[in-house]
């Protein structure tokens, strides 16, 4: 950020004036910025918020809902997204994970990622051309557009699947680093000056070496390598010092969040966002917090670095915004939680904590009761992972079928790892819960990821601590269990005149996008989404429940 964005403030400050605060109660937004920081925790949030001093510090002065929750149950970044700005769990986004398996369509690779359309020929889940197809009800971008012809939304982030997720069908503008560059779907005339500067800048920066950042003493604090199972190296100890284009290290450090909130800044000029008559939106998705869970786990020296840089970041982008005179509120939050490697959670006393057997991949399950049953080849049970939803092979018989999904739910059952496993057949049977969601049981939480057509036929929940990764030679922590380490995320509101209160009881993200649409004075109808309009937010005028 620092880089180019302050260069840009600095111009632009030189021809503009500040605007006058105003003393009267404050007039709707004209610019709604909603951040979502990748796996940021509401445990993080918690650890660090006496931490911050800058951006989140701000930010924590607002209203905060510490007790926030992706409610559902597949705690993952694309269902995570999808739920933010439509006010929808994925049992009605259709967004169930971040890939699922759909056997009837034509190509050999059955796996469907989230944002991708799987019908244009030649592609595969990894080499895909991006969608918005699969996300099924629309973004508050695309309500406030139909109310306001003249509203724009723009969403920016380091993964395509949040960017889209935030903004849906037909933004105005939707940026994302694809692995190498910052790239769009969208079919546009051109490509925006900010974008093509940005774009400079950081090729610029990649062809040249970063040095280590300097530890905070609270980071100091952290450092303690620790070894990890699973062929990982250790992990504890690491400072983000960057090669010449190692772009693996870029994106999973905090190099990649200045650059993101570098353009959505330079977008907001570029675009003159929030200075006119009708309300903006602007989604932005940070995500190398998640990187770094993944990399490195969340209670290392690593993640102290990372937030620190990223509070720092994030005072630098209000403070642009500010200097612009714009009319504008900020939503943060996080698409699931997260939780650290099972070697340092079993320092810090828990015990349970453990690397999933690698027995209860799909695969491995699968080739196990072909065998033992009987059946024709082929790998029995599809699924990406060894929770979540997993697949009958539909080219076996119905009988074959039956007997299988028997076998299967039985064997994963009963392994001392797995906590239950629910047919779909019973999920179906299971209404969406209307109730706190730290009271949801945990099929009611699965029945949030439910949607039929894309879910499994079975779904497995791993025990409390079990880290679904065996082999850490790419990542050694992760998410997307039941789990509330995985679902509570903090949700924070902040307008200029915020108050500071924090909030205990829980709040859903499913409840942003009503609560934004309230601020703004966009009717949604009571029913229309899952979420509900948060009346302890200032500035908002919520129906009755
Ligand atoms: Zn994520």
């Not at 790239?183 to 900010?194: F, K």
């Not at 950042?213 to 620790?226: A, D, F, H, S, V």
């Not at 903006?280 to 990399?295: E, F, P, R």
């Not at 612009?324 to 320092?347: C, F, M, Q, S, W």
Request: a neutral charge; hydrophobic letters at 40%; charged letters at 20%.
């Amino acid at each position: 950020m620092r880089r180019f964005l302050l260069a840009a403030a600095a111009a632009l400050l030189a021809t503009q004036s500040f605007a006058e605060a105003s003393a009267q109660a404050p007039a709707p937004p004209k610019l709604l910025v909603v951040i979502s920081i990748d796996q940021f925790s509401a445990n993080l949030f918690d650890e660090y918020r006496p931490q911050f001093t800058d951006g989140m510090a701000r930010l924590a002065t607002g209203t905060v809902f510490r007790n926030g929750f992706q409610s559902h149950a597949m705690t993952e970044t694309c269902p995570g997204h999808s739920t933010m700005l439509t006010g929808d769990h994925p049992s009605r986004t259709g967004i169930i994970g971040n890939t699922w398996i759909d056997q009837s369509i034509g190509r050999s690779d059955k796996t469907v990622y989230c944002v991708e359309d799987e019908t244009q020929p030649g592609t595969s889940s990894i080499a895909y051309k991006v969608s918005p197809k699969h996300l099924l009800v629309p973004t508050l971008g695309e309500l406030m557009k139909s109310k306001w012809p003249g509203s724009r939304t723009v969403a920016v982030s380091g993964k395509d699947r949040a960017a889209v997720m935030m903004s849906g069908q037909r933004p105005d503008q939707r940026w994302y680093w694809n692995g190498k560059t910052f790239d769009t779907d969208l079919q546009q005339a051109g490509v925006p000056q900010t974008i093509l500067k940005a774009r400079a800048a950081i090729a610029a920066a990649l062809s040249q070496p970063l040095p280590p950042l300097e530890p905070t003493p609270y980071c100091q604090g952290k450092e303690r390598p620790i070894a990890v199972t699973g062929g990982g190296k250790p992990v504890g100890t690491g400072h983000f010092g960057r090669a010449a284009n190692d772009l693996s290290a870029f994106r999973a450090s905090p190099e990649i969040d200045g650059d993101t909130l570098a353009i959505a800044a330079g977008l907001v000029d570029e675009m003159q966002l929030g200075r006119r008559a009708d309300p903006d939106l602007l989604a932005i998705s940070l995500s190398a917090t998640d990187y770094v869970g993944h990399t490195y786990g969340t209670e290392g020296e690593e993640m102290c670095l990372q937030l620190t840089e990223l509070d720092r970041e994030l005072g630098d982008f209000l403070k642009l915004l500010d200097s612009r005179g714009i009319n504008y509120a900020v939503v943060l939050t996080a698409d699931h939680g997260g939780k650290d490697i099972p070697e340092r959670e079993r320092l810090a006393g828990v015990n349970d904590a453990a690397r999933v057997d690698p027995a209860l991949s799909p695969a491995t399950m699968g080739k196990a009761l072909v065998a033992r049953l009987g059946l024709p080849g082929g790998p029995g049970l599809m699924g990406d992972s060894s929770f979540g939803d997993i697949y009958i092979d539909r080219r076996l018989r119905a009988n074959e079928r039956a007997a299988l999904l028997k076998a299967a739910v039985a064997a994963y059952r009963a392994h001392p790892q797995v906590e239950a496993v629910f047919t779909a057949r019973k999920i179906a049977d299971t209404p969406v819960p209307a109730t706190p969601p730290e009271t949801w049981s945990l099929i009611q939480r699965v029945r949030a990821s439910y949607y039929q057509g894309r879910s499994g036929d079975f779904y497995v929940v791993l025990k409390r601590d079990v880290t679904p990764i065996a082999d850490t030679t790419r990542s050694v922590a992760t998410h997307g269990s039941v789990w509330d380490y995985d679902r509570r995320v903090p949700i924070l509101f902040w307008r200029p005149q915020a108050t500071g209160t924090t909030i205990e009881h829980s709040a859903e993200t499913t409840d942003i996008m009503p609560t934004l649409a309230s601020m703004i004075g966009l009717q949604i109808q009571p029913g229309f989404v899952d979420g509900h309009c948060l009346k302890d937010v200032p500035g908002t005028s919520c129906p009755a429940r």
